[in-house]
């Protein structure tokens, strides 16, 4: 993933993806959050569960720990995430769920870059797992 994607849906039409019988502390809101072009370094609103119920909150999407002197990463590796240094301190308490509509892919075409626009062929959302500094009501995340 470039590290680009939408989230232009309702907050409820992502939430009832699903089970209605999960407890949650999201509060309603009938706006899309339109969002077309989220960008690394800008806000995130992620999915995390807490005190038995789910959350919903906006994040800064970037972690780098007190001793990375470079720019925040965005993405980290499945098969190290748990273990490395750079992620194990968020593995236990900061997994969370990012909502999307689809995310860009960009393509070299000659001298030119072309995005393209990837999502599941339903046209249902889709979740990314992500992971970060929790609570994520207290402080920012990746």
Known sequence: MCGRFTQYRT???YLKEFA???????SYDPEPIGRYNVAPGTNVL?????DDSLHLDPVHWGYGPEWWDKAPLINARIETAATGRMFKP???NGRAIVMADGWYEWKRDGSKKQPYFIYHKSGKPIFFAAIGKA???KQNAN
């Open 90 to 92: 968020l593995w236990n």
């Open 46 to 50: 992620v999915l995390n569960q807490r």
């Open 11 to 13: 907050r409820e039409e």
């Open 20 to 26: 209605d019988e999960t407890e949650q502390d999201i």
């Open 135 to 137: 609570p994520y009501d």
